[in-house]
């Protein structure tokens, strides 16, 4: 999990997330009243990360790809337009993540945008206030 305060520097780690519904993830750069929905919460598989690294014998870490969260063993595209809980956070899944832009600048790769449509990961808004815990669990309500 990660989260940075200010656009285009390194995602910071973080064991817990702490979320306002209707603002975003605190001390997160897209944190702010009447946020946008898309700019709340987003996740990652981790999966499609190492077959990226695989393919192209890379070395990118997940916190690179600028998501919130990095999952393992879910299939993100499945939940598209349905309400998840993780931890104790009801979230509804509202669009696919586009590939980071930033990312494929910063390495000079122009292949990570093809290489990540429909693979980029999950938005999400978040219903609820309360925390997000390392190794919560995803549920579908």
């Known amino acids: 999990m990660g989260v940075t305060k200010n656009h285009n520097q390194q995602i910071v ?5 702490n979320l306002i519904a209707g603002k975003g993830i605190v001390g997160d750069r897209y944190f702010k009243d009447y946020n946008d929905p898309f700019n709340q919460l987003s996740i ?23 998501r919130n969260i990095i999952t393992q063993g879910i299939k ?28 494929s600048e910063k390495l000079n790769k122009n292949d990570i ?24 669990q995803i549920k579908i309500i």
């Open 13 to 17: 780690e973080v064991n817990e997330l």
């Open 44 to 66: 990652i598989e981790s999966e499609n990360i190492d077959e990226y690294n695989l393919k192209n014998k890379l070395n990118i870490s997940y916190l690179n790809f600028r």
């Open 76 to 103: 993100l595209n499945d939940l598209l337009e349905k309400r998840i809980k993780i931890g104790s956070i009801e979230l509804e899944v509202i669009d696919l993540c586009r590939p980071c832009r930033h990312l």
């Open 113 to 136: 945008i093809k290489e990540f449509l429909r693979k980029g990961g999950i938005r999400c808004q978040i219903i609820n206030n309360g925390k997000i815990y390392l190794g919560d």
